[in-house]
């Protein structure tokens, strides 16, 4: 984030107008700001901050002195925020912007306040929030007829190059395109911009370059980078701007230097071009008055130093930075960091050691100071800092493979990293780059555990990765779950919907264009939720608890947790006592006897050897004591179901285990429902009049189901999208007995088809997102309902995950197209069992043995025919209120007991 350059007392001038109809402002008030804005102008700093107290006298009697007062704490915060006081400033940005008023010029306030209080957050390092911020001011802004333009303009530019920062490429590009869109059609009605800071066409130029710097794109860096030089030539460009161009010239050498790195011996042309740019960065640089950028260049060209092996020019260039920075210098990290990278290179193993330990130490923010065993390490709040540590790591160990002993030395290093991770970052999707640093620090941890060296516990890393990696679905089910408790407006519901609609109709047709821009109003429309249901949104990344978890398991019950790292699949089993590790080999032999496995099941073959030889490599430890089994799959695992595998008694495991699935563990055993199976919603649309397989199985079983249940079933011409979305959130299970399409490319374009006659008839995935449901379990008697893709961390994309994400906590899908008649004998035993009481686990696994043992043909009880349905979740049962109503009991009871007392009385008289 750079520096403010916009004029503030210009800006408030011209926007914090008195307003022309209703009540005049407190003209006290008034003569207050007039002489703090004097204070500000004649930078007289101290008596800025004596004199703006004088504004807690007051009160606020109407939206006039509501909006003076809202510029007047603006200006008292950017008097902290002047003297580095960033945690006061922020608590006075806040207080402008609570006190702003909802009228246009209130609004334009709130926008510049919650823009500057992102400036100090940035100064704090609390960069993803300070990102968050700006968002906030940009959605604001945005709505506004008439906004502060310059402000706005700003915004874009602002929200391009953190986006950039953060590894999100595509939402960078769509908010800076969108900001040189608006300056064209602005750009003559703009205020005249101060000859100290950047025209706006340099401002852009600038931030597109470390757009595609940072994403790696030379065609694009290369083509901005000449049109920021062609604007150079075309006038003089003033300090500001020329300190662009140079920090602009220093992203394009270390382009090439990062390009020369990543190759096996560094090309030497490569560190020429590199070298070339920042030569030409570092001519337009002053040593004294641009010391941050000037130490940026020497960092760099120290870096290209190593990449040539001139170490003694490498270690007095980086000495330089140590020279010029002050010891407080944020970088220094960084700083720190590549004298270790240096060492190594070098070979100089325990030096490098000790550089990795120091770096560690400027990392930790904590007040006391750190042990030599980082047990009090305290993690920072900048997201860079996990790569840091990540990559000194990995290079040390990549240039000392057989040097077990320093492996356990800085194998603690891969934690550290988690821990920063953690703490860092609280977005709910992570970057490329993130994601990468994340999988190298558990690949870390995970070989560390696997060759007994130091590092987190069983348990720990569990609870890491559980609170890394279900932030996503789990922060999605809570709030649709809870929202539909809540009385929302038609209107917020009916936008969500026709934003994701218009999604799906962009995606058929590759608007990227569009897609970003709806995917920018739809996170705004959500984002605005946060602020009308603030109690919904206050979830806490890190509530997941390991112990309180294995609490909540039985005896009978062991979770086997997947994760796939390169060749390697690490298998976690946790029960209510223990959490163990194992690595599993995972070459692509064995993805190859997985992935023929599972066709050979859809082709209604048994390879019983196969099964076996399956169950032997994916549970290399004992299950045999436990009734539930419950699989959190990875990788090709999400489309393998386990109940076929054939274990050493030589039986499929699902004639010994009630096996279920989850995509996180806390989707396992879920208590923010009430477990109620009073309501039935069944949708089975007919086929026949088209040229679509019919469904007559999915026709009985509807009717025998809602003979079974209070239902309400929507059958044939009644089964309908429209009907789905306005009855779908009163049902406590949903059964959608119809066809769905999967599409693998573009799994958001996948879709259930109520009429496929009807292009309008058809439920996407993007669309469920939307869906704020009470159900507590979703039966997809459709085909292919629980396949999708895999996207590591973020799990399976799938319809039952989108069920699941819109506050379903249970899922029954298909992994395969189900046949028709098995489907019908399964489901209808199935909803038979859960009636009686058995958990879901047990009821669709005795459905399915029910089936096995009564079919008449032993051609159709072959895994095909019923292990396809698979359940995810929460496995509980499911608690029926019996046909006739407790509360007319309890009432027919009272009568009787009046009658009785009445009878009493009469026969005594």
């Not at 869109?181 to 003559?188: C, E, R, T």
């Not at 994340?438 to 995970?446: D, N, P, R």
């Not at 999605?476 to 519901?493: H, M, P």
């Not at 679509?692 to 189901?705: H, P, Q, R, W």
Request: with cysteine; net charge negative.
């Amino acid at each position: 984030m750079q520096k403010k350059v916009l004029n503030h007392i210009l800006l408030l001038l011209n926007f914090c107008c008195v307003v022309k109809f209703g009540a005049q402002p407190n003209s006290d008030l008034n003569q207050l700001k007039t002489k703090l804005e004097f204070f500000v102008e004649t930078e007289q700093q101290d008596s800025l901050l004596v004199n703006a107290k004088y504004i807690q006298d007051f009160t606020f009697k109407n939206a006039s002195d509501s909006l003076i007062g809202s510029q007047i704490f603006h200006l008292w915060a950017n008097g902290y925020y002047d003297k580095t006081d960033y945690f006061k400033a922020i608590s006075y940005y806040d207080r402008s912007i609570d006190l702003a008023p909802e009228s246009e010029a209130g609004k334009n306030q709130k926008g510049i306040s919650l823009f500057d209080k992102a400036f100090a957050e940035y100064e704090l390092q609390n960069h993803y929030k300070s990102y968050q911020t700006v968002k906030k001011a940009e959605a604001v802004l945005s709505e506004i007829d008439q906004p502060n333009h310059d402000y706005l303009l700003s915004i874009y530019a602002d929200l391009g190059s953190e986006a950039s920062k953060l590894g999100f490429h595509e939402d960078a590009e769509f908010y800076l395109n969108k900001g040189v869109a608006l300056y064209h059609a602005n750009k003559d009605n703009l205020n005249s911009e101060s000859t100290q800071s950047a025209l706006k066409p340099v401002l852009f130029e600038y931030k597109y370059i470390y757009l595609y710097y940072s994403k790696e794109d030379e065609k694009k860096l290369l083509e901005h980078l000449k049109a920021l030089e062609n604007l150079s030539k075309t006038r003089a460009f003033n300090t500001t701007e020329t300190l662009m161009l140079a920090t602009a010239y220093n992203y394009v050498g270390d382009f090439y230097l990062n390009r020369a790195q990543k190759e096996q011996t560094p090309i030497p042309s490569l560190l020429t071009q590199g070298k070339h740019y920042l030569d030409s960065s570092l001519a337009l640089l002053d040593k004294e008055s641009q010391k941050e950028n000037y130490t940026q260049v020497l960092f760099n060209i120290a870096k290209y130093y190593r990449h040539l092996k001139q170490f003694d020019k490498a270690k007095s260039t980086n000495k330089q930075l140590f020279d010029i920075a002050t010891h407080n210098d944020y970088r220094m990290p960084f700083f720190i960091a590549q004298k270790a990278m240096i060492a190594i290179d070098q070979g100089l193993t325990k030096e490098a050691l000790t550089y990795l330990k120091a770096t560690v130490v400027q990392i930790h923010s904590g007040n006391q100071q750190l042990k030599d065993d980082f047990s009090n390490f305290n993690p920072s709040s900048v997201i860079q800092h996990v790569g840091l540590l990540v990559d000194v790591t990995d290079e040390l160990i990549k240039k000392n493979p057989e040097d077990t002993v320093l492996h356990a030395q800085i194998s603690k290093f891969y934690d550290l990293a988690l821990i920063q991770l953690s703490h860092s970052y609280q977005g709910e999707w992570f970057s490329k780059s993130l994601e990468d640093h994340y999988t190298k620090a558990l690949k870390g941890v995970l070989n560390s555990k696997q060759n007994a060296l130091e590092s987190s516990s069983n348990k720990s890393l569990v609870e890491t990765i559980e609170r890394i990696e279900n932030r996503l679905t789990w922060k999605a089910f809570l709030q649709n779950r809870t929202l539909n408790s809540n009385v929302l407006s038609d209107s917020i519901f009916d936008k969500e919907i026709y934003l994701r609609r218009q999604l799906v109709k962009a995606r058929s047709n590759n608007d990227t264009i569009l897609i970003s821009e709806l995917n920018h109003n739809l996170k705004k429309h959500l984002n605005g939720l946060k602020d009308t249901y603030p109690n919904i949104y206050k979830y806490v990344y890190s509530s997941f608890n390991i112990d309180d978890f294995q609490r909540s398991l039985d005896s009978n019950t062991v979770i086997i947790k997947y994760k796939a790292i390169d060749s390697v699949l690490y298998a976690f089993k946790i029960t209510n006592t223990e959490v163990t590790t194992n690595a599993i080999p995972y070459l692509n032999e064995t993805k190859t006897i997985i992935t023929n496995y599972i066709n050979s099941l859809k082709n209604k073959n048994t390879q019983k050897t196969e099964a076996f030889k399956i169950f032997k490599r994916l549970l290399p430890f004992q299950i045999d004591t436990f009734e539930n089994v419950v699989i959190l799959p990875d990788d090709l695992l999400h489309f393998l179901p386990f109940e076929t595998l054939i274990n050493d008694s030589g039986n499929y495991l699902i004639q010994s285990h009630n096996l279920s699935y989850a995509n996180h563990l806390v989707f396992v055993k879920n208590d923010t429902q009430n477990n109620t199976l009073e309501s039935v919603s069944i949708f089975s649309p007919d086929y026949k009049s088209i040229n679509t397989k019919s469904l007559k199985g999915a026709e009985g079983e509807g009717f025998y189901i809602s003979e079974l249940f209070n239902n309400t079933h929507y059958f044939k011409e009644e089964a309908t999208k429209a009907q789905f979305i306005e009855h779908a959130d009163t049902a406590d299970v949903l059964h959608l007995a119809m066809h769905a399409d999967i599409n693998n490319s573009n799994p958001e374009l996948s879709y259930f088809v109520f009429n496929a006659s009807n292009q309008d008839e058809k439920l996407y995935l993007e669309e469920l997102y939307a869906l704020k449901l009470k159900a507590n379990l979703a039966v997809l008697s459709a085909c292919n309902t629980g396949l999708g893709i895999t996207e590591n961390a973020k799990g399976s994309i799938s319809l039952q995950r989108a069920f699941i994400m819109a506050g379903v906590p249970a899922t029954i899908s298909s992994l395969w197209e189900a046949p028709d008649d098995a489907t019908k004998k399964i489901m209808t035993q199935f909803y038979s069992n859960l009636k009686n009481g058995e958990p879901k686990n047990l009821a669709l696994r005795n459905a399915k043995l029910h089936y096995i043992a009564s079919a008449e043909d032993d051609a159709i009880t072959v895994p095909y025919y019923w292990a396809g349905f698979v359940l995810f979740g929460d496995y509980n049962a499911l608690t029926y209120t019996n046909d006739f109503n407790l509360n007319y009991l309890f009432l027919l009871i009272g009568v009787g007991l009046i009658l009785l007392f009445l009878f009493k009385s009469f026969r005594q008289s």
